[in-house]
C-alpha cells in the first residue's frame, strides 16, 4: 500500500507544466491539480471555520476545486468563450484533470496542442485571482463589481503577453491572436 506521500508524488508526476506560461500560473494550476488551493471546501476540510462556504462566483453552491476552476456557472461560460475562440467542436468536453494532465485532445498539432493548454492554465490562475479580488473586496460593493466583471479578453490579453513572450514563434499580433489562436502555432 503507497502512503499518502508516495501516492501524492505519483499524482504529481501526471501533471504537465508548461514552458510558455510564468511560473506563477503553473504552480497555481499544480496546486489546484493536487487540490491544495485554500477553497473554502479545503479549509473546512482542515477544520477552519469559514464565514460563508459558497462559491463567491455563484454565492450558491460549496467552493471546492472543481466547482470553483470549472463546474461554477459563471466559470462554465468561460470555459464555452475560450473553445469557442478556439472553434473547438461541439463534443469537446474535456474535465479539469483533463486540462492539467494535457489531455485534451484538441489538436493533433504538438505546438497548436502547448499554446491551447497554457491559455487553459492562465484561465484557471486567472480565475483563482479573480476569486480573491472578489473575497478580499473593500466592500460589498466593490465585490459585486468584480463578481460581473467579463474576463475573457483578459484572459485573451495575458495569454497573448505571456505565451508569446516565451514562445519560439516569430511573429504574432493581437488581431491575429484575437481571430485564429490556433493558426499561430501551426505557422
Same mark, same amino acid.
Given at each position: 500500500?503507497?502512503?499518502?506521500?508516495?501516492?501524492?508524488?505519483?499524482?504529481?508526476?501526471?501533471?504537465?507544466?508548461?514552458?510558455?506560461?510564468?511560473?506563477?500560473?503553473?504552480?497555481?494550476?499544480?496546486?489546484?491539480?493536487?487540490?491544495?488551493?485554500?477553497?473554502?471546501?479545503?479549509?473546512?476540510?482542515?477544520?477552519?471555520?469559514?464565514?460563508?462556504?459558497?462559491?463567491?462566483?455563484?454565492?450558491?453552491?460549496?467552493?471546492?476545486?472543481?466547482?470553483?476552476?470549472?463546474?461554477?456557472?459563471?466559470?462554465?461560460?468561460?470555459?464555452?468563450?475560450?473553445?469557442?475562440?478556439?472553434?473547438?467542436?461541439?463534443?469537446?468536453?474535456?474535465?479539469?484533470?483533463?486540462?492539467?494532465?494535457? $489531455? !485534451?485532445?484538441?489538436?493533433?498539432?504538438?505546438?497548436?496542442? #502547448? @499554446?491551447? &493548454? =497554457?491559455? *487553459?492554465? $492562465? !484561465?484557471?490562475?486567472?480565475?483563482?485571482?479573480?476569486?480573491? #479580488? @472578489?473575497? &478580499? =473586496?473593500? *466592500?460589498?460593493?466593490?465585490?459585486?463589481?468584480?463578481?460581473?466583471?467579463?474576463?475573457?479578453?483578459?484572459?485573451?490579453?495575458?495569454?497573448?503577453?505571456?505565451?508569446?513572450?516565451?514562445?519560439?514563434?516569430?511573429?504574432?499580433?493581437?488581431d491575429s491572436?484575437?481571430?485564429?489562436?490556433?493558426?499561430l502555432g501551426?505557422?
Amino acid at each position: 500500500m503507497l502512503s499518502k506521500r508516495s501516492s501524492l508524488l505519483l499524482m504529481a508526476r501526471s501533471f504537465s507544466w508548461n514552458s510558455w506560461v510564468p511560473r506563477k500560473v503553473n504552480i497555481c494550476a499544480w496546486r489546484v491539480f493536487l487540490n491544495h488551493l485554500p477553497t473554502r471546501a479545503n479549509l473546512m476540510h482542515r477544520g477552519i471555520q469559514v464565514q460563508n462556504p459558497c462559491c463567491a462566483f455563484c454565492e450558491v453552491h460549496l467552493e471546492s476545486t472543481n466547482h470553483c476552476f470549472f463546474s461554477c456557472p459563471k466559470i462554465e461560460i468561460l470555459w464555452l468563450k475560450i473553445w469557442d475562440w478556439w472553434k473547438a467542436s461541439g463534443s469537446f468536453n474535456p474535465s479539469l484533470e483533463d486540462i492539467l494532465k494535457k $489531455i !485534451v485532445g484538441f489538436s493533433e498539432d504538438k505546438k497548436v496542442s #502547448k @499554446i491551447f &493548454h =497554457a491559455v *487553459s492554465m $492562465i !484561465v484557471i490562475w486567472h480565475v483563482w485571482t479573480w476569486r480573491n #479580488k @472578489i473575497i &478580499h =473586496a473593500a *466592500s460589498i460593493e466593490e465585490a459585486n463589481s468584480a463578481r460581473h466583471e467579463d474576463n475573457f479578453s483578459t484572459v485573451q490579453r495575458l495569454s497573448l503577453l505571456w505565451i508569446f513572450s516565451r514562445a519560439p514563434f516569430r511573429s504574432h499580433s493581437w488581431d491575429s491572436w484575437v481571430r485564429q489562436p490556433y493558426d499561430l502555432g501551426v505557422s
